[in-house]
Structure formats: structure tokens, C-alpha cells
């Protein structure tokens, strides 16, 4: 990603404009953007800053490039590029060494004689002595292996993907309706931290309103980060619409739209399978099967009216019977106080809860549906909650 002094945005008539490079209008760009894989891969060895030298030298004659596009350039390539980087505080006992020498031999010493006796006691040459004095400065680390993708679109892509991502660092709030990979997006934005609620629009049709980081937590950077994260992940996926409404630098507000016809691509990979450690260790200590039950990882999408409901997994006797597990992580009171009116709606489902112990002195309201947890609900107090409702469940005590 980018840091926000490098977002090239503008604001048209109430609309947020990323700065985003295609065919048709940047036509010289695929080969400006061929000529930087270039310095970066045949690079080895040199410095930084002379890296970034020879990437603003390809841009000389453009005319049509705002200074900030060509350092986030070199920031995408710095990100996938390894540099050496010397053992930690190496370079400044160099300095040391090597200055309070040269201000005891100076006197009555040519330059020349200074810089051989040091080298002599250093015991290097003076040329590799000068290389390391400064090696510890970012701009003079030098490049060790360049990993990037020789292929140009690759790099233009990863350009148009991060300027979108910046700004969403100022998003309040932002709405994605979804069709094809709904399950899909809303892990997603799960993975990512993300508040989120739920709507029903239509059949296979979903609308995922998120809690952006100038809405919630104070506008930490830490969540505006986490929302520029969901990005990519999005991207990879079918059938979505964004609209986000961003805080604009005056005070104001605008709105970035978004959809996945509009050609922006990502390297994402598939998610993970689970949203927390909390739930993997669960599922992980489960097994496959328990007593009959089997663990399905979020197996249903429930409605009520226009909210839809995707608990974490599902139980599935071997009878046909079904009890519906979510699992309460550590969110803010919002999310909690959500997360019980989302319960309570479809609380003609039969869903238990696992809830962590810390949740619960802060007020949760434990009923008999509930499993408390210090750090992952235990397989033996979930198999005994599910045998006491297949006992309700029969007419049992």
C-alpha cells in the first residue's frame, strides 16, 4: 500500500477521483512501466536512492506525471524488492571509529594518509570503509533481489489498486452489495476487522453496510488500514458494488464508487478459511465429527425481513438435525450490542453461542444457549450443550 502523502486524488462535483492509469489515455505507460522492472531487476548491488534516480530519469520526458505518481512507483517496487540492511548499529560504531580517528591523525596528516592508516587499521580498503559509513540510511541500503513480476500490467495494476486503497483511509462508512460471492466477500470483511451489518435485497442478493475508520474507534490509522486491506480481497471476488462516502480535506464529504466491472485487479489470494484464531482452534479440536455431529464451516445464510445472518459454522447430526454455532469474539460495545439484536431476531433458530469470559463480565447476558471461553470454547462443553438441546429437543429433563 501506499502512505497517504503519495494518494493523488481529486474531488469533481461531489465524486471522489482516484488516480487511476489506462490504455486508452496513459498509452506510453506499459513501456515507462517495462523500463522500471528494468532498473529493479538488473539493480543488484546498488543503492536506493540511485534506484529511484534512474526510475525518475524514465519519466523525464512525460509531461503528464504528478511527482507523487513516480514515488509511489518506487515505493510498489521497494515493496517487493529485498535490501541489505546491516547488523543493527554496525554502521554507527563504523562512524565512530572511523571520525574519532580521522580527528586524532588529522593534524599535520594529509587526507590521503588519514583515510589509508584507518583503512590499515580497520583492516579494509579505504573505497569499501567510505561504501559502509552510511549504510544504515535507507537511501544508501543496497538492493539484494528484486521478487516483483517482470510483467508491466502487473505493476501498472498494483499502481491503480493502491491509489484506491489510500483513499479509503479517510472512509466514514461504505456500503457493497454483492451477488455472486456474498459468502465469500463477507469473510472477507470479517478477515479484515471490519464492523459490519447485513440486508437482504432480493434472492442472492446482499447489501454489507461497514463501519469505516473515521466513523469508529476515534479514526485510528490502525482501522483505515484495515479497510484499505479488505480492497484487494474484494477485487478477487464476483459481483459486487462499493459505494463508500470519504471525508474530504476540507471538512467535506464525497463518494467513491466502485464495482467489479471496472477492471481493477488483485493479486489476493483465496481467504483464509477461518476469521479468527479463535474459531480455528475451535474447529481444529473439533475434528470432523463428534457424537454423531459434523462441523460445517458457515454452511447457511439466514433472513429475517431484510437482515441476513451467516453464522460462524453449523452443526449436522447424522439424524438431520441442525444447531446453528456463533462464536463472539472481542469487538466494541456496538458490535456487541449488534450482535445481540442480531441474535435475538432470529432467535427462532436454534443457534448456541460461545462467548469469551471477558465479554461476559462486561455485561453479556449468559443464557442457557451459551458456552463461555477464556481463549477457545472447549469441544467438551460444546458436545454437552448440544446434548442437553437434543434432549430439549425430544421432550427430555
Not at 537511501?139 to 484506491?164: D, H, I, K, M, T
Request: aromatic share 10%; proline share 5%.
Amino acid at each position: 500500500m501506499l502512505t497517504r502523502d503519495l494518494a493523488i486524488v481529486r474531488f469533481e462535483r461531489g465524486r471522489v477521483v482516484p488516480d487511476l492509469l489506462c490504455r486508452a489515455e496513459h498509452t506510453r505507460y506499459p513501456a515507462y512501466a517495462r523500463q522500471m522492472l528494468a532498473v529493479y531487476r538488473e539493480g543488484t548491488g546498488r543503492a536506493r536512492r540511485d534506484l529511484h534516480r534512474e526510475v525518475e530519469r524514465v519519466f523525464e520526458g512525460e509531461a503528464d506525471c504528478d511527482p507523487r505518481r513516480v514515488r509511489a512507483f518506487c515505493r510498489l517496487l521497494d515493496q517487493e524488492s529485498e535490501y541489505g540492511v546491516p547488523a543493527r548499529g554496525e554502521g554507527a560504531a563504523l562512524r565512530l571509529t572511523v571520525f574519532t580517528r580521522a580527528a586524532e591523525l588529522g593534524a599535520g596528516r594529509s587526507p590521503g594518509e588519514v583515510r589509508t592508516t584507518i583503512a590499515s587499521e580497520v583492516g579494509r580498503p579505504w573505497p569499501e570503509v567510505e561504501g559502509d559509513l552510511f549504510s544504515d540510511a535507507p537511501g544508501l541500503q543496497r538492493l539484494a533481489a528484486f521478487r516483483g513480476s517482470a510483467e508491466p500490467e502487473v505493476l501498472l495494476s498494483r499502481y491503480n489498486v493502491a491509489q484506491v486503497q489510500a483513499c479509503l483511509y479517510r472512509a466514514e462508512r461504505a456500503t457493497v452489495v454483492a451477488t455472486d460471492d456474498f459468502k465469500t466477500i463477507l469473510r472477507y470483511a470479517k478477515l479484515a476487522g471490519l464492523l459490519h451489518e447485513i440486508r437482504r435485497l432480493g434472492p442472492e442478493r446482499y447489501r454489507i453496510d461497514l463501519a469505516g475508520p473515521a466513523s469508529v474507534l476515534r479514526q485510528t490509522r490502525r482501522y483505515g488500514v484495515r479497510f484499505a486491506c479488505f480492497l484487494p480481497a474484494l477485487l478477487a471476488c464476483r459481483g459486487w458494488r462499493l459505494d463508500a462516502v470519504v471525508r474530504a480535506p476540507w471538512g467535506g464529504h464525497a463518494r467513491l464508487c466502485l464495482s467489479s466491472r471496472l477492471g481493477l485487479r488483485s493479486r489476493h489470494p483465496e481467504p483464509s478459511e477461518f476469521d479468527s484464531g479463535v474459531e480455528e482452534r475451535f474447529a481444529r479440536a473439533f475434528g470432523g465429527m463428534r457424537d454423531g455431529w459434523k462441523l460445517l464451516r458457515e454452511a447457511e445464510v439466514l433472513w429475517e425481513g431484510q437482515t441476513a445472518f451467516v453464522p460462524d459454522f453449523v452443526f449436522r447430526h447424522e439424524d438431520g438435525r441442525e444447531v446453528l454455532f456463533e462464536v463472539v469474539g472481542f469487538w466494541t460495545p456496538r458490535y456487541l450490542e449488534r450482535k445481540r439484536e442480531t441474535l435475538s431476531l432470529f432467535s427462532r433458530h436454534r443457534i448456541l453461542v460461545a462467548v469469551p469470559r471477558e465479554t461476559v463480565r462486561r455485561g453479556w447476558q449468559v443464557s442457557r444457549d451459551t458456552v463461555v471461553y477464556a481463549t477457545a470454547p472447549r469441544v467438551e462443553d460444546v458436545l454437552g450443550a448440544l446434548r442437553r438441546i437434543a434432549e430439549e429437543d425430544q421432550g427430555g429433563p
